[in-house]
Each structure stands twice: as structure tokens, then as C-alpha cells.
């Protein structure tokens, strides 16, 4: 079994948005994509552990769903029924690199429980030490708490930090943070690095999280202020954008970089 390196331990999360087209559809081209920066990195001597949106969303298209119930039974439903092909299309393509696709299904309470949470430490650290890629989602399938409050966002956050990962991804359709909504607003500008402490959220226009996701800039923010300390830092990048992960790790000025100093 292979030995984890803390230093060379990453999370990526990636969102709704990005694994499934606007039509419903399953994003093909960006799983390729990141399938393909997965791997690359792996080569490289990276541990990686994937925090992945889309259960919902692809729940919905199974049974033809053109807007997202209300109701917490239902989206429970979704998940379910839509958590199966998401994990199959990943495993499909990480095939192609003789890479192991492993679901992880957390809830935010799991965190709280020590016991549990050492657990899902050790589940997650094994499937690394024999060289499986975790994919975590959350266990909405079961927990109302998931469908009415969390977020894959925040949920990357608490899995980085149970695991001391020194880098979080945040995987958007946005090339970052922006001083106001870039949807909207055509003199929109980037914001390239960002002190957390410094940092006030009252100042930013962060839009909405859109038909198929449940976060929003907002809880990609407060993802990185629960996770941020001295050691680690977090990044808001474009998944559209072709091997923007590694670009990120070797400090090219792309995204949105967030530290804590």
C-alpha cells in the first residue's frame, strides 16, 4: 500500500454546473477532461480525493425533470436514482487510465461524531493507500439535513481539513472570484488573491447558484474560511479551462487564490 504524503494530498471539488450540460445531460467532455487532470496528476505523485455535485441533476434526467422539485422526498429520490450514473461515468473514464473510481457518501453530521469522522478518515486514507480515487458526495439519498442545508462546497472544505490536505479546488463555471456578478455585470472584475481576513462578504455580489447547483459563490467562500489556516490554501478556478489544475499548482496567476494570513 502506498504511504500519503500530506503535502501532496489535494481535494477537488467540482459542481453541478460542470458535470451536467444545461440540457440535463451528463457533461461528457468536462468528466473526460478532469478525468484526464486527475490522472496526470496522480503520475505525479498527487493524492487526490474528488468531491463531486451532479446526483440530483442527473436524477432529474432520468425521469425527464425539466426544474428541480421542492419537495426534500423527492430530490431524495433524485439523488438516488442519479448517484449510480455518476459514479459510472467516472469509473468509465478513469478506466482508460487504469484508475479505481470509489464512491464515499458523507453527511455534514458525520463530522461532528468523533468516531465517525475518524472513520470516514480511515475509509478515505485506505482507498488512497491502495490507490483508488475517492469520490465523495453527500449522502443525500437519506438526510434531509444535505437537501435542505448543505453543500458540496462546505463539504470539501470539512473533507480537506479531515484529512489535512494543504490544497483545495474549487471547480466552478467561473474563472473566479469577481467583484460583482460577471453575469451581469459587463466591468466585472477578477479578483486574482484574496486574504481571508481581510476579506469582507458583505462587499461582493455573488450571485446565484443556478437551476441544477445548490451553493453559489457565497459557500465557496465560507468552504475556505472553515478550512483555510497558516498551511493550506484555497482556489476558485474555471473546470472549463484544459489542465487548470496543474496551472494552479504551479503558481500561474489563474483563478481566484484565497490564503490566510
Not at 503535502?7 to 454546473?17: A, E, F
Not at 463531486?52 to 436514482?81: E, R, Y
Not at 484508475?99 to 478515505?124: E, M, P, Y
Not at 465557496?220 to 494552479?248: Q, S, T
Request: charged share 25%; proline share 2%.
Amino acid at each position: 500500500m502506498k504511504i500519503i504524503n500530506s503535502k501532496k494530498l489535494i481535494v477537488i471539488k467540482v459542481g453541478s454546473s460542470l458535470t451536467t450540460l444545461s440540457s440535463g445531460l451528463p457533461n461528457f467532455k468536462f468528466i473526460k477532461s478532469i478525468s484526464e487532470q486527475i490522472f496526470k496528476l496522480y503520475k505525479k505523485g498527487f493524492h487526490i480525493v474528488l468531491v463531486s455535485s451532479g446526483a440530483i441533476a442527473q436524477g432529474m434526467k432520468i425521469w425527464n425533470l425539466s426544474s428541480k422539485p421542492k419537495s426534500v422526498d423527492f430530490l431524495q429520490a433524485l439523488s438516488a436514482s442519479g448517484q449510480i450514473g455518476l459514479i459510472n461515468n467516472y469509473q468509465k473514464e478513469f478506466k482508460r487510465f487504469d484508475l479505481i473510481a470509489a464512491q464515499v457518501l458523507l453527511s455534514h453530521s458525520d463530522f461532528g461524531v468523533k468516531s465517525r469522522s475518524q472513520n470516514a478518515k480511515n475509509s478515505i486514507s485506505n482507498l488512497i493507500k491502495l490507490g483508488a480515487i475517492p469520490i465523495i458526495n453527500e449522502n443525500d439519498s437519506i438526510s434531509t439535513e444535505e437537501i435542505l442545508n448543505g453543500d458540496n462546497d462546505r463539504l470539501s472544505g470539512r473533507v480537506g481539513t479531515l484529512l489535512s490536505s494543504k490544497k483545495l479546488f474549487i471547480l466552478t463555471d467561473q474563472n473566479g472570484l469577481y467583484d460583482k456578478n460577471p453575469d451581469q455585470h459587463k466591468d466585472a472584475v477578477l479578483i486574482n488573491k484574496i486574504n481571508i481576513n481581510k476579506f469582507d462578504f458583505k462587499s461582493i455580489s455573488f450571485g446565484d447558484s443556478g437551476i441544477l447547483g445548490r451553493g453559489g459563490m457565497i459557500t465557496k467562500m465560507k468552504a475556505a474560511r472553515d478550512y483555510l489556516n497558516k498551511n493550506n490554501e484555497v482556489w476558485i478556478l474555471n473546470g472549463n479551462e484544459e489542465g487548470i489544475i496543474d496551472e494552479a499548482i504551479k503558481r500561474k496567476s489563474v483563478g481566484t487564490r484565497i490564503y490566510l494570513a
